[in-house]
């Protein structure tokens, strides 16, 4: 049973260009959330998909974007980057109809931002 | 707004002793769930033990078990028989209606051998 899978595992990008990260949910799982981890710190909700729609979003700006496709993979889109998004973006994945809705997180992947 | 508070950035314990993790939290929520999570050098996050506010009973997981405090808002996480392997960040976060996870600042745990 394959768990959540994120790529790439490492990324260095240049102020103001554009990333895109992806995330496979664990099988049988139909919800995806990103999350942001900056160094010491714990991770901060971005947005949840389901059904292909976003359902949740916390306190990113608009520069965050995403994407979740029929296969319940998801897509983060970050524009116009800044030095401080650099950070480990991790993936979770959950099954909406479970009472607990419980999240498995994937390996992550670390955004380094020159 | 829900907030996680750890206040000990960083707790060490002998080998095959005893430690607990502090956690507080504020809601106005009465129906939620508290999480601990660890999260080794590989930096996956991995689900420890999990408690549902409606339920009274502490849970148990092997070696970890959690003492919540509902009135208090505290969810302390205690870990039994420690071994080098539970060296790590540890986490403790909450989901309340909105279904997404609020974390604390973490835990980082040193085992001694």
């Known amino acids: 049973d394959a768990g959540v899978t994120q790529s790439p595992t490492h990324l260095i990008k240049t102020r103001g260009q554009q990333v895109t990260l992806r995330c496979s949910p664990k099988?049988?799982?139909?919800?995806v959330s990103w999350y942001q981890q900056a160094l010491g710190q714990g991770p901060q909700f971005i947005f949840q998909?389901?059904?292909?729609?976003?359902?949740q979003r916390g306190n990113f700006p608009d520069r965050f974007s995403g994407h979740q496709f029929p296969n319940y993979s998801s897509e983060l889109n970050v524009n116009a980057l800044l030095l401080g998004d650099s950070a480990l973006y991790l993936c979770?994945?959950?099954?909406?109809?479970?009472?607990?809705?419980?999240?498995?997180f994937g390996p992550g992947t670390r955004l380094t931002v020159t | 707004a829900q907030t996680v508070t750890q206040s000990q950035p960083e707790m060490s314990v002998q080998e095959a002793e005893t430690v607990t993790l502090s956690c507080t939290y504020d809601?106005?929520?009465?129906?939620?769930?508290l999480f601990w999570y660890k999260q080794p050098p590989s930096r996956q996050m991995i689900l420890v033990i999990r408690?549902?506010?409606?339920?009274?009973q502490n849970a148990t997981e092997n070696r970890f078990s959690v003492n919540f405090q509902k009135a208090a808002k505290s969810f302390s996480l205690k870990i039994s028989d420690s071994q080098l392997g539970d060296a790590a960040m540890y986490f403790c976060?909450?989901?309340?209606?909105?279904?997404?996870?609020?974390f604390g600042t973490g835990t980082r745990l040193t085992v001694i051998p």
């Open positions: 979770a994945s959950s099954y909406r109809d479970r009472p607990t809705y419980e999240q498995y």
């Open positions: 099988s049988g799982h139909d919800t």
């Open positions: 998909y389901y059904e292909e729609e976003e359902r």
């Open positions: 809601t106005s929520e009465s129906d939620y769930y």
């Open positions: 408690q549902e506010a409606y339920k009274q």
């Open positions: 976060a909450y989901r309340g209606g909105a279904n997404n996870l609020f």
